[in-house]
């Protein structure tokens, strides 16, 4: 790491929302260009700096800045130039000088301590005092706030997100609870907030620290996709933790549950820890679930096995009894859930149930999880399907906080809705979207219950099912024409724990054997540069293939295969712009996709496709990389229709999509699919990951390894155990 004591001399940009700058400093032997988030910059300042030097590709060498500290002046010539370089509204050179003259070395103790002094100067009358205080005021602010922060290893963009959230306040609300960073700023876990923490003072026993730990434990639990956590699982995680008895952790559980912060209940006989959010949406969840599936609807006056007949005879095709039962139960139940794997007509009931509605003149909607989803089911049925937060109209409500329109208050309006992709939905999006069902409206939920889990917390599908509360349907025939794709035959075959059919000529699923890791690399690489765009030349490197892996570590994790693949179909030029952030660079043309759900991040429509503009790109959104312009920032476009722009306060959101998990896949379907067959994890070397992963594949999947690794995933049917108390909630009801 560099340190550099200088002087800025130019400030070429700055951003006033996130603190991100680039300037020219200058020491005492030449200048330098420097970019990083820091708020506080003004010319004239006297800086220590420390970071690391970087060389962007058109404006050469940077110092890119990771640590930031104001050199205040102490003698009159700096402090009258700190003061006349417009680090404060109302100050210019001239009342500078007439304060320095004033009050000499004693300034800018005046400045902090008894602003009001400045009266005694001609010229400064209280309006301007008031002007003058309020700009220093920000200005110490945030700079104190740096400097307190930094301390602790609190990154400068960390520091800018706090300052935004707390204001004024953000060193007395770190003073008085660092922990709450953990749960309110992102980036920042449980270790800083203790080292803030315990060098404040607060001991390591203090029911303040142990309480807090208690929460971070619980929810780093219930971040792994777990609605709650066993009690005695949490004593023992959170003492291991904290290194605080088990005695201590239980009686702090008790009092965080007396004060209304966590609850407690008896799951299976069990008991179980919640955080108070989950706890109210499977509450939520099981209250509508249970009266969805016990009300009585009123009779349609629809004859539904002739629109059934009459909708074969238009498709030319023939419903199983199963799937005749599927679309019967939309019209006699106000709840049904239909699953199934890939090839079992799931796409042709949601048509025909669609259909035989909308000629009764009942309004249907249609969503899924996610905008990948939601454009498929759209593609597929012809009719219009938003994604679940779009229907639920997301937005800013009085409070100026994140939160949906639709709700009991305001219901959906429609008679019957039809939800997709229902695997994917996690424990909190399902209480939201059943909030906004009105009485009436008949819901049918479709998925595939053998997919992943949803990424979020919960396992809301297989809950709904498992508790027989609902009608349920499920498909197991495949149909002719799904017969002929052995992606689909060998997904099932993996489904019932049997090996595929492998390399049938001319078919499209095929396997490659290779018994090292580094072979399998260069093959995977091989086959995606060179084998595959020469075999189909349809068949685009970055568009049309992708790389599927069931972990981010290690040789074939997702993060080497990126570096590896990026390095050779995006290859680093003078010519290209690229953008060094952390351990990742990005680079124009890269492929990249947005890791979390972002709902402030604005996009722009491109060439007025699709309705206007609007707010909020979602976790597995895959994109590439337009443009990087002078201030560092990245154009992304995402679907070919949706122009974003990541400033740097927004990049750790942002990963390359060369390689991207197979959980990351979920919902998404892609031409091709190239997957490294080796052994790893247990945990994740199972047969609901393998089949998942060649479920995403449209026309081609390439399995490359060894057999030995694919027999075991096939034979490891553990899967994701997680802990949600939804079906046990709904079966206590009905039985």
């Not at 220590?48 to 030097?53: D, M, P, V």
């Not at 629109?307 to 009894?321: N, P, Q, T, V």
């Not at 997919?451 to 349920?472: F, H, T, Y």
């Not at 990541?646 to 379907?669: F, P, R, V």
Request: with cysteine.
């Amino acid at each position: 790491m560099t340190e550099l004591i200088c002087i800025v001399d130019n400030i070429v940009f700055k951003n006033e929302e996130n603190g991100y700058v680039v300037a020219q400093v200058k020491d005492k032997e030449k200048s330098y260009t420097i970019v990083g988030c820091i708020p506080y910059i003004i010319e004239g300042q006297s800086l220590k700096l420390k970071g690391q030097w970087v060389t962007h590709p058109q404006f050469g060498k940077q110092l890119k800045v990771d640590n930031c500290e104001e050199i205040v002046p102490d003698s009159k010539i700096g402090i009258e130039r700190y003061l006349s370089s417009g680090i404060i509204m109302g100050i210019g050179p001239v009342t500078a000088k007439k304060i320095v003259d004033k009050f000499g070395e004693k300034t800018l103790e005046i400045l902090d301590n008894d602003i009001n002094r400045l009266n005694e100067i001609e010229g400064i009358g209280e309006k301007k005092i008031k002007i003058i205080y309020e700009s220093y005021s920000r200005q110490r602010e945030v700079r104190n706030i740096m400097v307190f922060l930094q301390t602790y290893g609190v990154t400068a963009n960390q520091c800018v997100k706090i300052y935004n959230k707390y204001k004024s306040d953000s060193i007395k609300v770190v003073r008085e609870n660092p922990y709450i960073l953990t749960e309110e700023i992102s980036g920042i876990g449980f270790k800083t907030a203790d080292k803030i923490a315990r060098s404040l003072g607060i001991e390591g026993n203090s029911a303040f620290r142990i309480q807090s730990g208690i929460n971070y434990v619980l929810n780093e639990f219930c971040s792994k996709g777990n609605t709650y956590m066993p009690m005695d699982k949490l004593i023992l995680e959170a003492s291991d933790t904290l290194c605080v008895g088990k005695d201590e952790i239980e009686k702090n559980i008790y009092e965080s549950t007396l004060e209304q912060k966590i609850k407690i209940e008896i799951i299976n006989n069990e008991n179980c820890v919640f955080t108070m959010p989950y706890y109210y949406c499977e509450l939520g969840v099981t209250k509508k679930i249970v009266t969805l599936a016990t009300n009585k609807y009123d009779d349609i006056d629809i004859d539904v096995d002739t629109r059934i007949r009459e909708f074969e005879d238009e498709k030319k095709i023939s419903f199983a009894e199963t799937q005749i039962e599927a679309i019967r139960g939309g019209f006699e139940n106000g709840i049904e859930v239909i699953t199934g794997g890939p090839g079992t007509g799931k796409t042709t009931i949601i048509n025909c149930i669609a259909d035989i509605f909308e000629k009764a003149s009942l309004k249907v909607f249609m969503a899924a999880p996610t905008g990948r989803a939601a454009k498929r089911m759209s593609e597929a049925t012809g009719k219009e399907a938003k994604t679940i937060h779009r229907l639920l109209e997301l937005g800013f409500g009085d409070g100026e906080e994140l939160s949906f329109f639709k709700s009991e208050e305001c219901p959906l309006e429609c008679d019957v809705i039809i939800i997709d992709e229902a695997s994917m939905i996690d424990i909190v999006l399902m209480n939201n979207l059943l909030k906004a069902i009105g009485m009436g409206t008949r819901v049918i939920i479709v998925g595939d219950v053998d997919q992943l889990p949803s990424v979020g917390p919960g396992n809301v599908l297989r809950d709904i099912i498992e508790s027989k509360a609902v009608k349920v349907v499920r498909l197991k025939e495949i149909f002719r024409q799904a017969k002929e794709s052995m992606i689909i035959v060998n997904a099932h075959k993996i489904n019932n724990g049997e090996m595929p059919v492998l390399n049938r000529k001319d078919k499209d699923f095929y396997f490659i054997s290779n018994d090292k890791n580094e072979e399998i690399l260069n093959t995977v690489i091989e086959l995606i540069y060179k084998r595959l765009p020469k075999f189909n030349k349809e068949w685009d490197s970055k568009n049309s293939i992708q790389v599927l892996s069931p972990m981010r570590k290690g040789i074939l994790g997702v993060t080497n295969l990126n570096n590896k693949i990026q390095g050779i179909l995006n290859t680093s030029s003078e010519q290209k712009k690229e953008r060094k952030y952390k351990d990742l660079v990005f680079r124009v043309g890269d492929k990249v996709m947005q890791t979390k759900n972002n709902y402030t991040l604005k996009w722009k429509r491109i060439d007025g496709k699709g309705e206007g503009d609007g707010e909020g790109v979602f976790n597995g959104d895959v994109g590439f990389i337009e443009d990087i312009d002078e201030e560092n920032k990245l154009l992304v476009v995402f679907d070919n229709e949706r122009e974003v722009i990541y400033e740097e306060i927004y990049m750790d959101e942002l990963d390359l999509a060369y390689a991207i998990t197979i959980h990351k896949s979920q919902g998404s379907e892609f031409p091709v699919i190239v997957m490294p067959i080796f052994m790893g994890a247990p945990l994740l070397m199972n047969r609901n990951l393998l089949y998942t992963g060649i479920t995403r594949a449209k026309k081609l999947v390439v399995l490359v390894g060894t057999k030995k690794s694919m027999s075991y995933m096939i034979s490891n049917n553990k899967g994701f155990d997680r802990y949600s108390g939804l079906k046990w909630r709904i079966m206590d009801i009905i039985n």
